[in-house]
């Protein structure tokens, strides 16, 4: 007894400062609660119009959209119940408010709503403030000066590259076509993309595809995309104080910095060499006009050009989007055409029509594939690569059944909720490419079919996918069989791109063409 009143004693005895600070801690906690609290009151009375899925107290629908490949299936059947939107819960505080019908996607995509920095500050810490996350005139100004490195005079020259790296892609296949095993594709597909945007963007021959994981800025660009993805997946991971203590958060770093490196020298490098020219045609009269030459030579009204910052920002945001959604793309076409021989067959029956013995793709050839561009559209319709995008009201947005959101609510466009939105879609899980005939298309929507979003903030690198994507397939079709694997079926998660997450698995077999 006389050691437990010691005790107490001693306690009471603190010095002033430390009691201060105790009670600092707690009102700065009591503060904090306070706060979240009045949020959550403020989400409940934003959606309160909006009825949702049942929500636990603490865990609201996590539970239910965890990555066990079922998420997908889940928010689909919601979607049934609750037309056109309807509130997810993650976590007691914070509300997606979840958009699935092309009718109240076409509000949001046609307003000036800003993107939702909550989800978009992870990428930033790598990227930057690229086109992706910039805001308001900054964004407006880069995306004015950027438009321009994807005219299609500056994508013709792009054609021979995407078909010099897809056949590089397909002669390390070429051991696979031999036996009767299933292998994983989405790897290689995004060696191949990823080499692609190098050479394309950058002039760069990387040799990335044969050096795979001992390239260095290669590893660290694979390495920065999985660890966005784990973050965004991990609630703790959220806290940039939890994120930066952890094994994680030191591994982002090390990585960062190898892709920061690179970047540096690239532009350093191509600055020396354009110190000669400084006007674009001189230096297209001379050699094929790259997006690094549009950035740094880029002008506005008053003839001011990019800071360093910004331009090593759009270089690593393209290096972002540009190789990882359209290998989700890519993977998910020849996935689909495996899965039906009948498209498959038509389709390469067209290519070897246009190609017509040629072993390169020309520009002119790209608009002669009406049949293999409505499977690839079909594809991105079942299997978008960017399954989701997000903004947040800056004001009250009204939909077009009269239903209004407050300032301050966070949306989620579902792309993938939209593509399979029953309403719009006939029998919406079934792979059928003549829904993209011109007369059928004419019935829907506009915004019924949104891979690359739309409005003023949709993908400013769509024709420069679309190019690869049908490059990529049409290639692809003229060596190789297609054929699917009954045992592997996608289980299909939303990170930032679309993934399984058992991969993405066919067979392939030599086309013998007479």
Known sequence: MESAAELVKSHLCWPPTLHV??????????????GLLAQRRAALRGVESFPGPPAHWLFG???????????????????????YAFPLWFGPFICLFNIHHPDYVKTLFESTVPKDTFIFSFLEQWIGEG???????????????LTPGFHFDVLKPYINLMSDSTKTML????????????????????????????????SDNSNCQAESGRNTYIQAVYDLSNLISLRLRMFPYHSDFLFYISPHGFRFRKARRVAYRHTVEVLRKRKEALKEENELDRIGAKRNLDFLDILLLARDEKQQGLADEDIRAEVDTFMFEGHDTTASGLS???????????????????ILQTLDGKDTFAWEDLSKMPYTTMCIK??????????????VTTKPMTFCDGRTLPKGCHLLASVFGIHRNAAIWENPHVFDPLRFLPENVSKRPPHAFVPFGAGPRNCIGQNFAMNELKVATALTLKRYQLIEDPTQKPKLIGRVVLHSINGIHIKIKPVHTN
Request: some cysteine; aromatic content about 12%; hydrophobic content about 40%.
């Open 378 to 391: 079909e594809s991105l319709r079942l299997y978008p690569p960017v399954p989701a995008t997000s903004r």
């Open 171 to 202: 002669d390390k296949l070429e051991k696979y076509a031999s036996g009767n095993e299933s292998f994983e594709l989405f790897e290689p597909v995004s060696l191949m993309s990823l080499d692609t945007i190098l050479k394309c963007a950058f």
């Open 61 to 83: 629908n996590a539970k239910q959209l965890k990555q066990d490949g079922k998420a997908f299936d889940r928010t689909l059947k919601w979607g049934e119940s609750y037309p």
């Open 332 to 350: 998910f076409i020849l996935y689909s055409l495996a899965c039906h021989p009948e498209h498959q067959k038509l389709c390469r029956e067209e």
């Open 21 to 34: 600070l105790a009670l600092l801690g707690l009102a700065a906690a009591g503060y904090a609660f306070t």
């Open 131 to 145: 086109l992706l996350v910039s805001q308001g005139q900054k964004w407006f100004r880069h995306r004015r000066l």
